[in-house]
């Protein structure tokens, strides 16, 4: 098994396994009130991918509700959906996780897994130094869909965290054509909308 550089990642994405695709890291952008404005880096790197937090939608584990949360009997009630924010003299987008908080958000791309490629979603350093933590997770070969992210702010402050902008990276590794893919065994995270989706 190897991880894939740059130019493998480009040519995958090229035939659909990331939509949609950025060939470049993009750091700053020019925008109507601003110029070289910073970003959280997003798009293509050496070896990975950077994914960008979809501005749709946003939850947050809501503790007033009570009870256990059972993640094999999942009660949405125990999420509320939190708004968006806007600056707009910063041209900026973004949500506010409260400190100690619990979040689910989803990616602006949409993955097609090769059935030979699987990749491993991890925080961006930026972000980790600010207290937030993402969850550690298997995007396996044959996976369809957008990934819904779990994210925890460790610290003790309200965190903002970008929607338009970079929020996990994706590095992907290439092996033998697997037997059984994620799709051949019908996994129940398969063709994830834009939507953020519940534990099931």
């Given amino acids: 098994m190897s991880i894939l550089s740059d130019s493998e990642i480009e040519s995958l994405a090229n035939l659909g396994m990331i939509t949609p695709f950025i060939p470049e890291q993009i750091k700053q952008v020019d925008t109507l009130n601003t110029v070289g404005l ?18 749709e939608e946003f939850f947050i584990y809501d503790v007033s509700i009570g009870g256990v949360v059972d993640p094999k009997r999942f009660d949405p009630q125990h999420l509320r959906q939190i708004d968006l924010h806007h600056n707009d003299n910063l041209d900026e987008s973004y949500y506010i996780l409260p400190p100690k908080t619990y979040g689910l958000g ?13 990749a491993i979603a991890i925080g961006k350093s930026t972000y980790a130094r600010a207290g937030l933590i993402s969850a550690l997770t298997p995007i396996e070969a044959g996976w369809r869909g957008h990934i ?4 925890f702010n460790s610290s003790d402050s309200p965190l903002r965290i970008y929607a338009y902008e970079g929020i996990i990276q994706l590095l992907f590794y290439r092996g033998a054509k697997c037997k059984v893919t994620y799709a051949d065994r019908a996994g129940k995270y398969q063709d994830q909308t834009h939507n953020v989706t519940m534990p099931k």
């Fill in 106 to 118: 989803v990616t602006m791309e949409k993955m097609i897994m090769p059935n030979y490629v699987t």
């Fill in 148 to 151: 819904t992210l779990e994210l």
């Fill in 38 to 55: 910073k970003r959280i880096s997003y798009g293509l790197s050496s070896y990975g991918y950077d994914l960008r937090l979809s501005p």
